[in-house]
């Protein structure tokens, strides 16, 4: 294990590597879906399902903040209703312990299942 100072002494044998790395551009849907790849283990067929998933979701939320731009409180409840269906379109593809690790480190794990109206 190296401190911080012994860090500084190190030489840098990557340069190429970091470079490579920095110039991939990830974003969005796109993001969403490698990290829940790499948090949930999907596979090929779950991360194809989730990646589609995710466009929309992602669509649908730029549609919300378009729609209800004048409105903050609008607006959060139609992102809202917007990741519940996700939320549930989420349960046809993925296992129940990998929906309920998902809900978790989306901070609605615990939330009760509500309908789009309800408040």
């Known amino acids: 294990m190296f401190t911080c100072a012994q860090a500084q002494h190190l030489r840098v044998t990557d340069d190429a590597l970091d470079k490579q790395v920095l110039t991939v551009t990830i974003e969005g849907a796109a993001l969403l879906t490698f990290e829940m790849q790499q948090e949930l283990g999907l596979n090929p067929e779950q991360q194809a399902k989730v990646g589609l998933l995710n466009t929309e979701r992602y669509r649908q939320i730029q549609e919300m903040e378009q729609l209800y731009k004048e409105d903050a ?6 992102i809202f ?3 519940l269906k996700n939320d549930k379109a989420l349960e046809e593809v993925l296992t129940q312990e990998q929906l309920l690790h998902y809900l978790a480190l989306e901070g609605r794990a615990t939330l009760p299942y509500v309908s789009e109206g309800d408040e």
């Open 73 to 78: 409180l609008l607006r959060s409840k139609a």
């Open 81 to 83: 209703g917007v990741h």
